[in-house]
């Protein structure tokens, strides 16, 4: 698989307006940009540090994976994510390698990029997406 850096690091939150008080106004950071992803039903805030984006993730419905996440263990960090060259094949490769996907075929994320989730089954109990600007 072609890795080629960390994409970011997603971090479920209950209220994206309260938590940046947090980011921006104590650590400094600027976000950059706030998106609606609805068919995965978060929005999303976008934070970078060196070339490492931070993603906030709030829930827009109560049957959200996010709402379902933050109930189950509150807020914090819910997933890493990589940036590949190839996201296809890298799917086959971790399917060969017996990773158990959550995403088959990849789907359109934030930012527009194509995304697929790895189960934390499989990833030695974290949550995983890989990721490809297309």
Excluded at 32 to 44: F, G, H, L, N, S
């Amino acid at each position: 698989m072609d890795l080629k850096n960390i994409e970011h690091i997603g971090i479920a939150v209950n209220n994206i307006d309260e938590s940046l008080k947090y980011y921006e106004g104590v650590l400094g950071l600027k976000c950059y940009a706030i998106e609606e992803v609805a068919e995965q039903k978060v929005k999303t805030a976008f934070l970078k540090i060196g070339e490492t984006k931070i993603e906030l993730l709030e829930a827009t419905s109560d049957d959200s994976p996010i709402a379902k996440f933050i109930e189950k263990r509150g807020q914090g960090i819910h997933h890493i994510a990589f940036a590949v060259n190839g996201i296809e094949s890298a799917l086959s490769e971790l399917k060969v390698n017996e990773i158990q996907l959550i995403d088959e075929k990849p789907r359109k994320g934030a930012e527009g990029l194509d995304i697929a989730f790895l189960h934390p089954k499989s990833t030695g109990g974290v949550l995983t997406e890989i990721c490809e600007k297309k």
